[in-house]
Each structure stands twice: as structure tokens, then as C-alpha cells.
């Protein structure tokens, strides 16, 4: 591998952009993988330019700008006269930014608001078929969350309704055990509850048949039913696009 990789090198010399690019990329892709799996933890330190380069066969220059491109996605950040040292915990801090900038977006454009929810559905539907597919069993506070849905509705209780349908859907991501999907969906959860939030102001269901829904979805995924499970959700968060355009409308009429 090493001799091959210097082979490319060697060859840069004819192509230098694009040789010199594939190899960037490649000893790129490897330390986020390394960084990613948790092999490089935070507050790591990368061997030197010169370690790295050796280790893969390339030029510093292809290791100077592999690391900047980590450093882009906020993976690590390089010290001046020290050691590049990995700082996953940036990604929160960007995802956390990235949120603010999408709340900003729907303040000026409802439509936004609809693409949220399109990636609402591709994560949560993603979630229930690694629950089916795989060993992991759903966690006790989705549980909890749907009987504190359950006690909501007896009461009549409709915030506290949306409350527990909120956590509901937050509990059940976490249970896949997957920390890429849990940190994009912990940072965007706020959001998403303010979608729930909004959704719900248009009366377009019962609280009994909202929690059956629910109830039925996660039923269907102890019962490791995937195709229902997702088509159910698939339907629910499709629905909430539906009422977010007649709740937005709703509002700037109130506000008009």
C-alpha cells in the first residue's frame, strides 16, 4: 500500500493537482475514520506532519492538507508550534450552529420547515430499522415517554402531551446506539419540538388517536415489524407536514 501510494506521489509530478488531491483524500478519510470510530479521542494528539507522512508514504504538503480539510469539519484543530489535537466535540458546536442557521431560514421561509422534516423522516425511519434489524432493544425512557403520553391524554393535558411526544421521538433515536445519528438529532431536537409544537396547535387529531399512533409504531418495533413500523412513521411525520403548512398559515393570520 505504502509503495503504491508512493508510486502516486512520484506521479504527481506530471499531475500534481490531481494526484496530489487523491492523495490528501486519502490520508484524510483515514484519520476520520480513526476519529470517528473513537480509535483518536478527543484531546488526542496527531503524531507529527512528518510521522504521518512516513506512515502512509506521502509528502508533508499531502498531510498539511489533509488535516485542514478535518479541520474544516471541525474534527481537530491544529496548534501553532504543537501538535494537532483532535476536538470531535467542535461537531456539536457546528451542528449547534448549523441548527441556529436553519431556525433563522424558517423565520424568512415556512418552506424550509417542510426539508426539515424530510430529514426527520429519512433519520427516524433509518432508527427503526436498525432497531429491527439489529440486537438493540428499545430503551426504557421511550417507554417511559409513551406512558407519560398515555397519563397526558387521560388528564386532557395537551402540553404536557406534546412534551412526552416530543421525548417520545428523542428516546427512541438514542436507542439505536448510533453516536453520529444521536448528535445531529440531539441538535436539531429543539427544533424539531418546536415543530411538534407548532403542528399541534392545528386540532387535526384526538389525543386518543394520537397516542394509539404512537403506541402502534412502537408495538410494531418490539415486534421487530419493520416495513409497518416505518410506513407508520413514514405517515405520521408526512402528516405533521401537512398541519406545519396549516398551522404557518394559522399564525400569520394571528399575526397579521
Not at 508514504?57 to 478535518?70: F, K, N, P, Y
Not at 484543530?77 to 470531535?88: F, P, S
Amino acid at each position: 500500500m505504502i509503495r503504491e501510494i508512493k508510486t502516486l506521489e512520484s506521479a504527481a509530478q506530471n499531475t500534481p493537482t490531481v494526484q496530489r488531491d487523491r492523495l490528501h483524500a486519502t490520508v484524510s478519510a483515514a484519520l476520520e475514520a480513526r476519529i470517528l470510530s473513537g480509535d483518536l479521542k478527543i484531546g488526542d494528539k496527531l503524531e507529527s506532519e512528518s510521522a504521518i507522512a512516513k506512515g502512509f508514504g506521502v509528502s508533508t504538503r499531502a498531510v498539511r492538507e489533509a488535516i485542514q480539510t478535518l479541520e474544516t469539519k471541525g474534527l481537530v484543530m491544529r496548534r501553532h508550534g504543537g501538535r494537532t489535537t483532535v476536538v470531535r466535540e467542535d461537531v456539536s458546536e457546528f451542528l449547534d450552529t448549523l441548527a441556529i442557521t436553519v431556525r433563522q431560514r424558517l423565520s424568512s421561509d415556512p418552506t424550509y420547515l417542510e426539508e426539515l422534516m424530510a430529514a426527520r423522516r429519512m433519520i427516524e425511519t433509518e432508527v427503526i430499522e436498525l432497531l429491527c434489524q439489529g440486537t438493540e432493544s428499545i430503551a426504557a425512557p421511550v417507554t417511559q415517554a409513551l406512558e407519560q403520553m398515555k397519563e397526558a391524554r387521560d388528564a386532557g393535558d395537551f402540553a404536557s402531551f406534546v412534551d412526552a411526544d416530543a421525548a417520545f421521538h428523542l428516546a427512541l433515536v438514542h436507542s439505536a446506539q448510533n453516536g453520529i445519528i444521536s448528535i445531529i438529532y440531539d441538535n436539531f431536537a429543539g427544533l424539531i419540538n418546536e415543530v411538534i409544537q407548532l403542528t399541534s396547535r392545528v386540532p387535526t387529531k384526538s389525543l386518543e388517536a394520537a397516542y394509539e399512533e404512537h403506541a402502534e409504531i412502537y408495538g410494531r418495533i418490539c415486534r421487530k415489524d419493520e416495513a409497518q413500523a416505518k410506513a407508520l412513521m413514514r405517515s405520521q411525520i408526512d402528516n405533521s407536514a401537512d398541519y406545519l403548512r396549516i398551522a404557518i398559515e394559522k399564525n400569520l393570520g394571528e399575526e397579521t
